[in-house]
C-alpha cells in the first residue's frame, strides 16, 4: 500500500465519504424498519440484512483493507467463512423433526 | 531477543507477522460470533412463544450504531496520522476512540439498567402483565412479607444470609435452648466447620483410630459447643425476642404457607410464624393476551374472562382496558378466531400450535406506554412513579412466571444479553487495547515509528471486527 502523504490524504478522504454513508444507511436500515414496512416480514428482514450486509462489506473492504489484501488472508477468510455460513443453515436440521412420524 | 518480521514482510506470506496474527484472530471471532448468530436463527425459528419485536429502544441502539460507526473512522484517521508521522494527531484520534466506545458503554448500561428494572408476570391462565413495581414500596412489591416467631436453621448449609431479609433485626435477641444466640456469620462457619469435623471424627472411630478421633472430638468440646443445640437432624430451631419482619423477594422463596415460609434450598431456613402478604405490586404498562388466547379456541376464551382483569386495583382501569381491547378489535381478527375455529372443529384431536404471530395479532398486545422506551430509560435513571399507570395487585400464588426482563425471561433476553454483552466485553477490551497505544506508544514510535504504526493497524482491525458485528446485531434485535 502507498504511503505517500498524498496518498496517505487520499485515503483520508475515503474514509470520510465511507463513515457518512455508513451514517446515511442508518438512518436507512431505521427509516425502512420503522416507517416504510413493505407488508411482507420476509422482505423487511432480507431487506434489513442485505443493507447490514452492504454496510459491513464496507467496513471489511475500506476500513479493515480487503480490497487490496495479501492471498493469504484471502485463504484464511475464505475458509473462515465457509464454516460459518454452514452455522447459519444448521437450522434446516432442525426442520425436520425425526421423532415425528 | 528482537521480534522478526514487525514491520518487514516475511518472504513466504508476504505480511508482517502480526497482521497474519490478527486475521487468524479474526478468524476465530467470526466462529465464535457466527455460533451465536446461528444460535439466534434457532431460537427465533423454533420459538414458542410470541418473538418479542420492537422491545428495545430503537433510538439508544441508533445512537450506539453511530457512535460506532464515528469511532471507526476515527481509529482510520488515527491509524493515517502514525503513517504521516503525526503523533499528537493520532493521540487525538484516538482519544475521541476511546470517547466514543466510553460513550457505547454508558448508552448499554442505562439499557441494561431498564430491563433489569422493568418486571415481567405470567399468570395461571397465561396472561401477561409488564410493568414497574409499585413505586412507594420499592423492592417490597416483589416480595413476601413474613412476621416470624421462630427460625429453623440448617446448619448444614451453614447460611445465615435470610437475616439480610429481617427488617427489625437491631430489635431482636436470637435464644435456643435458653442460650442467647449471636447469629453472625462467623458463628455459622462454626457450625458448618463443626459438623464436619464431627462426621470425620465418626468415621475415624468407626474405623477404630479412636485416638485420633478423640483428638477431634476434643476440640470439637471446647470450640464448637454451639453444636450441641443442633438436633439429630441438623437443624436448631430459633426463638425471636419479637415478631421478626421478613421481607423476601418472590424469587428467594422456594414455597410458603400461612405459617411457615421456606427459603429457597441454597438459603435452607425456615420461617415459622404468620404471612402478613404474598402479593406482586406492580405499575403496569402493556397487557399481553396473546398467549391466554392461543391455547384454546378464541372464542371459548374471552378477553374479558382473563385473570388479569380481577386484579386491577382500581377496577375502572381495567374495564377501560377492556373496553379499549373491544374496541380495536377489526375485522381481520374476526377473520383469524373464525380460521382457528374452523380448524379446531376439523381437527378435533390436535392440539392448536400454529403461531399467529401476524402483525393483527397485535391488538391483543396492548401497550400502554406512551413511549416504552422513554419510559425504560426513565426507570433506569431511578426516575418518580408512573402516575399514569393502573396499577394492579396479584396474589403470588396466581402467578405463574415472574423475572425482570432479564436473561431469564425469555430466549430472546438470553441471546439478547449473551450476543451484546460478549460484544461489550470486546469494545472494553478493544479500549484497553487502544488506550495503552496512545498513553504509552510513544516510545515505540520514536523507536521505529512503522512499528507502531502497525501495531496501531492491528489494534484498528479488531475494532472494525466489533463495528462490524454491531451492525448485525442492531438490527436483529433492535428492528426486527
Not at chain 1, 427509516?31 to 447490514?52: H, R
Not at chain 1, 484471502?74 to 475458509?79: E, P, T
Not at chain 2, 402493556?286 to 391466554?292: C, K, P
Request: overall charge negative; proline content about 3%; some cysteine.
Amino acid at each position: 500500500m502507498a504511503d505517500s502523504p498524498e496518498e496517505l490524504q487520499k485515503h483520508m478522504k475515503t474514509y470520510t465519504i465511507v463513515g457518512i454513508t455508513l451514517i446515511l444507511f442508518t438512518f436507512i436500515t431505521v427509516g425502512v424498519a420503522e416507517f416504510a414496512k413493505t407488508g411482507s416480514f420476509a422482505l423487511d428482514v432480507a431487506i434489513g440484512l442485505l443493507i447490514a450486509t452492504f454496510k459491513a462489506g464496507l467496513v471489511a473492504f475500506i476500513f479493515m483493507h480487503l480490497n487490496h489484501e495479501k492471498p493469504m488472508i484471502y485463504r484464511i477468510l475464505v475458509f473462515t467463512l465457509f464454516f460459518a455460513a454452514g452455522g447459519m443453515v444448521l437450522f434446516i436440521l432442525a426442520l425436520k423433526d425425526p421423532i415425528s412420524l | 531477543m528482537e521480534i522478526p518480521y514487525t514491520v518487514t514482510a516475511r518472504p513466504d506470506t508476504g505480511l508482517w507477522n502480526a497482521k497474519v496474527g490478527i486475521w487468524l484472530f479474526l478468524a476465530s471471532e467470526v466462529m465464535l460470533f457466527g455460533g451465536l448468530f446461528s444460535s439466534y436463527i434457532f431460537l427465533r425459528l423454533g420459538a414458542d412463544y410470541p418473538w418479542p419485536m420492537h422491545e428495545l429502544g430503537v433510538l439508544l441502539g441508533f445512537i450506539n450504531t453511530i457512535i460506532l460507526i464515528a469511532s471507526s473512522v476515527f481509529v482510520v484517521y488515527a491509524w493515517v496520522a502514525l503513517k504521516m508521522r503525526q503523533w499528537r494527531r493520532f493521540q487525538f484520534w484516538m482519544a475521541l476512540v476511546l470517547l466514543c466506545a466510553g460513550g457505547f458503554l454508558v448508552i448499554k448500561s442505562f439499557e441494561y439498567r431498564g430491563k433489569f428494572a422493568h418486571y415481567h408476570a405470567r399468570l395461571s391462565d397465561d396472561s401477561i402483565v409488564s410493568g414497574h413495581l409499585d413505586h412507594d414500596l420499592g423492592k417490597k412489591a416483589k416480595s413476601i412479607l413474613f412476621d416470624a416467631s421462630h427460625v429453623v436453621l440448617n446448619a448444614s448449609s451453614g447460611s445465615h444470609f435470610f437475616l439480610k431479609y429481617l427488617e427489625n433485626r437491631d430489635d431482636i435477641r436470637f435464644t435456643a435452648g435458653g442460650e442467647e444466640l449471636d447469629l453472625d456469620r462467623a458463628w455459622f462457619a462454626n457450625v458448618k466447620d463443626g459438623l464436619r469435623l464431627r462426621t470425620k471424627a465418626d468415621q475415624l472411630a468407626a474405623d477404630g483410630k479412636q485416638a485420633a478421633a478423640d483428638k477431634i472430638y476434643q476440640r470439637l468440646e471446647e470450640d464448637y459447643k454451639v453444636l450441641d443445640l443442633f438436633d439429630g437432624s441438623g437443624q436448631l430451631k430459633v426463638a425471636l425476642s419479637q415478631p421478626g419482619k421478613f421481607v423476601v423477594p418472590r424469587s428467594k422463596v422456594l414455597d410458603w404457607t400461612d405459617d411457615t415460609l421456606n427459603f429457597t434450598r441454597a438459603l435452607s431456613t425456615t420461617l415459622e410464624g404468620k404471612l402478613e402478604s404474598a402479593v406482586l405490586k406492580l405499575e403496569i404498562d402493556e397487557l399481553d393476551l396473546r398467549e391466554y388466547l392461543r391455547r384454546d379456541d378464541p372464542r371459548e376464551r374471552a378477553v374479558a374472562d382473563a385473570e388479569i382483569f380481577k386484579h386491577f386495583d382500581d377496577e375502572a382501569d381495567g374495564t377501560k382496558l377492556l373496553a379499549d381491547f373491544n374496541h380495536h378489535r377489526d375485522p381481520k381478527v374476526e377473520a383469524w378466531e373464525e380460521a382457528v375455529s374452523e380448524w379446531k372443529a376439523k381437527n378435533p384431536d390436535k392440539v392448536y400450535e400454529e403461531k399467529p404471530f401476524h402483525d393483527f395479532e397485535r391488538v391483543y398486545l396492548k401497550d400502554l406506554h406512551a413511549d416504552t422506551h422513554e419510559g425504560e430509560v426513565h426507570a433506569a435513571s431511578g426516575g418518580g412513579a408512573h402516575e399514569d399507570h393502573p396499577t394492579v395487585t396479584i396474589p403470588f400464588e396466581e402467578v405463574e412466571f415472574f423475572s425482570n426482563f432479564g436473561p431469564r425471561k425469555n430466549p430472546f433476553y438470553a441471546i439478547y444479553f449473551t450476543m451484546t454483552g460478549l460484544h461489550g466485553l470486546h469494545v472494553l477490551g478493544g479500549m484497553l487495547v487502544l488506550g495503552y497505544f496512545m498513553v504509552r506508544g510513544r516510545r515505540l514510535y520514536l523507536k521505529n515509528p512503522e512499528h507502531m504504526a502497525n501495531r496501531v493497524e492491528v489494534g484498528g482491525l479488531f475494532w472494525h471486527f466489533v463495528d462490524l458485528v454491531w451492525i448485525f446485531l442492531f438490527p436483529i434485535f433492535y428492528l426486527m
